[in-house]
């Protein structure tokens, strides 16, 4: 348990679905748990409305569940964008593989933990995690691929989640997700070239050359 806003600690963040995602088609990026468990006051400016709407929707029940999570949705987005190094990691990722607005983002433990140090985490504590949320989850979504960000967080979730989707994809990082490597550059590419369908690219090339007429 973090020692500041222990309260922003108790709520699950359930993950964010982007407004266009489509089963099948949609990519789920994936971390190992939600950031801001440092000792100090770590909330950051977006982190307000965020955790706003995540008690939210905890408390709701009934046909205001829906309303709830879309509300915790649109949030969740804006909190995407204010995560500094990390957030250029996610851009890079969507905007490579076209999925800017087809994307789910989540956690394979779904809580804030101290000082956010994911080789703490309890083994069975990503098992419970998997059995009981994120598992049910990806049945649901169905996505195209799973794209792990960093190799750690591979070393602990690969054997879970390997096998349960068409594509798995691991993209290596930094500490504190400084800069993009020309590692993670590469492996981005490549993944590029699986997820884009050969149809897809035709399209974009076909819109290209009638803006350039």
Known sequence: MP??????????????????????EGIVVMAINPGGGGDNDTRIQTDH????????????????IHAKFEALNRAALES??????????????????GRQNNHVYMNAVPYRIRGDKANQV????????????????????KPRAIV???KTTDNILGMYYRDKVP?????????GWRYITKEAHEAIEAMRGDIIKPAETREEKKIGAVEVD
């Open 3 to 24: 020692i500041s806003n222990q309260d922003d600690a108790r709520v699950m963040f359930p993950g964010l679905v982007s407004e266009c995602y489509v089963l099948g």
């Open 167 to 175: 594509g798995y994809y691991v993209i290596p990082g930094t500490t």
């Open 148 to 150: 792990v960000l960093g």
């Open 49 to 64: 409305a965020f955790y706003g709407a995540m008690n939210e929707f905890k408390q709701a029940s009934g046909e205001e």
């Open 80 to 97: 995407e964008q204010s995560w500094g190094g990390l957030t250029k990691y996610i851009n890079t990722i969507l905007c490579a593989t």
């Open 122 to 141: 309890p083994r069975e504590a990503f098992i419970r995690a998997y059995d009981k949320i994120v598992s049910k989850q990806l049945e649901i979504l």
